[in-house]
Structures are given as structure tokens and as C-alpha cells.
């Protein structure tokens, strides 16, 4: 009994003891989960975001500039002979100009004006008998000098004297060569200051050469904007009364400032395309080749069908590996006045042969008959 007694008291004192606990292991409890939720609450802030609108734009910004345009490359161009002019191109010529590479020329040029030869001639002729006196008298001389015969200073003339005569023989070549003039590059000749009959003296200009492709645009900017401006970069050029723009490059850059405008000079490159009439540019007659010198069929003796024809040109007269040809307009006449509407001229191949009358100046109307 005893020891019931003491077990049923020291149960009734635990279960005391735990009923006096429980309203503090609540309180614990909830003051647990209290710090478990701040924990949880007290994370990183959330950043600001700012909203933009989606819109195309032009992220370099425009530089608008006004130039002027000049021609990239001009020259007088001069004879380097003397002497009477036969023939010149006239005003508003377009040339073709010489190509030279590594020192062989492979096209000469087209020719832009001609001296009379016969002066020349006569120069050279003169000049080839002097060469051969002075080789004869040379070589009588050396023959004298081997076997002791002569003193030095008479074998040293002869020897001065051979090579003073080759060498007007030469210069007296060059000369007849130059007769010719042939456009240095490519342009259309703006000015004539001599005209056929006149005399040229050389070195004297004769006309004026103008390469019409390409041209440059000069603009004068800010030492700002000359910085920012870069060799090649690539440009947008609008000309008066144009909506498409040319495209061009920046090809030069002036060092030094204008002393007065305290400037500095850019020049632009750019492709000076030629329009043909009215065409569209998908037009399938552009993909044909450009024809510019041509004749118009004429005939010596007007309504005789017998006469043969003449150029009025000798460059109208072309020649391949089946002979001389020329570009004619059939279906039109010297002076007739062409439709607006339709600027074209139809050219046509003719295969000639030439007539006697054909010299090798370049006034002369060649005489040709169509085979």
C-alpha cells in the first residue's frame, strides 16, 4: 500500500509538473516561429526597373555639311615640239587617256592635237646623214689611231663627233614623234587657246584637259569634325533637286588650317555616272556597249550611187584582225535634229576598204568604200 501510495504521488506530481510547463513551451514555441518568419521576411529589396518603348532610330548622328564640287584632276596640256598646228580636237572632245603599267604603255591615248611633220622630217633626214658622216669618219680614224698613225686628240674627235651625230639623230627621232599630242588621262577638253593653222610653241598649252571621272567634293569643316572624319570613310552626297543620294569616300585631308577661315579642307571622291537620254536604269539597252565616235554615211558626190564615202574623222576609223571598220548611223544625216522622246541613235558595223586619197595626216577626210 505504501508504495502505491508513492507512485501514485509522484505521478500526480509529474503530470503537476507538466501542466505547469505546457503554457511555457507554447510561449516558446510561438516565439520560435515568430523568429523564423522574420528571418524569412527580411531577404534583399527588390531594384527599380525602368520601362522603355521599342522605336527604330539613326544611332549615328547625321553631319550635314555643304560642299563644292570640283574636278579631281585638270591640266593644260603643251607640245613638247614647236611648229604649225595641223589639226586640235574641238571644245567639249571627250578622250580616252593614256595607260601606262611598269613602264610599257599600252595605250597611247586618243589624239588631241597634230603638228605638221614636213619640218620634221627634214630635221631627221639632215640628221641621219650627219650620223653617218661622223660613223665613217670615226671609223676612218680608229683604223689610223690602231696603227699609230694619228695623234690622240684627233681620234678623240672623231669619237666626240660620232656620238654628237647619233645623238641629233636621235633627238631629231623624238621630235617627229611628238608631233602627235595624246591626251595624257581620260577627260573632256573644257578649253582650246590654239586653233588649226595657229602656231604652237612648246611648251605652250594648246587646250585644256578635265577628268570628268571621278570628281571630288570640297568641304571645309572644324578641326573637331576634320578629326572625326577618317580616310575611306564612306559618305552620302545629295545634289540640288536630287531625293537618291551619290555615294562617295573621303580621299583626302589638309594638314594645316586656312590661315583666314581657320578651316580645315576634306575632299570626297565620288563616281560621276553619265545618264543615257531617258532611260530607266534596268533598261536593257544600257547592258550594250557605249559607242561616242561614229560617222553619218555620206557620199562624195551627193545622189551619186558609185561615190565612195568618206570619215570625217581619221579616229572614227577603227581597225581589228579583219580590217578597218567604222561605226555609221544608217537611217540619219549630218545635221538632221534628233526626237527628244527618243535620243537614241541605232549604229551598225560597216567593214571598209580605203581609197587612195588616205594620208597619214590627220586633217584629211579619209576616203572609205563599204565591203
Not at 141 to 159: F, L
Not at 234 to 262: C, H, I, M, N, Q
Request: aromatic share 8%; glycine share 6%.
Amino acid at each position: 500500500m505504501k508504495i502505491n501510495l508513492l507512485f501514485h504521488q509522484f505521478f500526480i506530481n509529474r503530470v503537476n509538473r507538466t501542466t505547469s510547463l505546457f503554457p511555457l513551451l507554447i510561449i516558446l514555441c510561438l516565439l520560435i516561429s515568430c523568429g523564423k518568419q522574420e528571418a524569412v521576411d527580411t531577404g534583399p529589396n527588390p531594384r527599380p526597373v525602368k520601362v522603355l518603348e521599342l522605336r527604330e532610330i539613326d544611332p549615328v548622328k547625321p553631319l550635314q555639311l555643304t560642299g563644292s564640287v570640283m574636278s579631281w584632276k585638270e591640266q593644260d596640256i603643251s607640245f613638247e615640239v614647236s611648229g604649225r598646228l595641223e589639226w586640235i580636237v574641238e571644245m567639249g572632245t571627250n578622250l580616252a587617256g593614256r595607260w601606262e603599267e611598269k613602264g610599257e604603255v599600252h595605250v597611247e591615248g586618243d589624239l588631241l592635237a597634230h603638228i605638221e611633220e614636213r619640218p620634221f622630217k627634214f630635221k631627221l633626214k639632215a640628221a641621219r646623214a650627219e650620223r653617218d658622216r661622223a660613223e665613217a669618219e670615226y671609223v676612218r680614224t680608229k683604223k689610223a689611231w690602231d696603227n699609230n698613225a694619228i695623234a690622240e686628240i684627233d681620234y678623240i674627235r672623231a669619237t666626240a663627233e660620232r656620238d654628237s651625230g647619233q645623238a641629233r639623230f636621235e633627238q631629231a627621232e623624238y621630235d617627229l614623234e611628238h608631233c602627235s599630242l595624246h591626251a595624257p588621262f581620260a577627260g573632256e577638253v573644257s578649253e582650246v587657246y590654239v586653233e588649226a593653222g595657229g602656231y604652237g610653241s612648246a611648251g605652250q598649252a594648246v587646250a585644256h584637259l578635265v577628268m570628268m571621272d571621278p570628281i571630288k567634293v570640297d568641304i571645309s569643316v572644324s578641326s573637331e569634325t576634320a578629326e572625326s572624319l577618317k580616310l575611306r570613310d564612306a559618305v552620302r552626297l545629295f545634289l540640288p533637286g536630287e531625293e537618291k543620294p551619290a555615294y562617295g569616300t573621303v580621299y583626302e585631308k589638309s594638314t594645316v588650317a586656312d590661315p583666314e577661315t581657320r578651316t580645315f579642307r576634306v575632299s570626297i571622291i565620288t563616281r560621276n555616272n553619265q545618264s543615257v537620254g531617258n532611260l530607266q536604269p534596268d533598261d536593257p539597252l544600257l547592258e550594250l556597249p557605249r559607242i561616242e565616235k561614229y560617222i553619218f554615211l555620206q557620199r562624195m558626190k551627193e545622189g551619186n550611187e558609185e561615190s565612195p564615202y568618206f570619215v570625217e574623222e581619221n579616229r572614227s576609223l577603227r581597225k581589228d584582225s579583219e580590217g578597218y571598220y567604222v561605226w555609221a548611223a544608217p537611217d540619219h544625216k549630218l545635221g538632221d535634229s534628233l526626237d527628244p522622246k527618243k535620243p537614241l541613235i541605232t549604229l551598225k558595223k560597216y567593214k571598209v576598204t580605203l581609197g587612195e586619197q588616205l594620208t597619214c595626216s590627220p586633217k584629211t577626210d579619209p576616203v572609205v568604200k563599204l565591203v
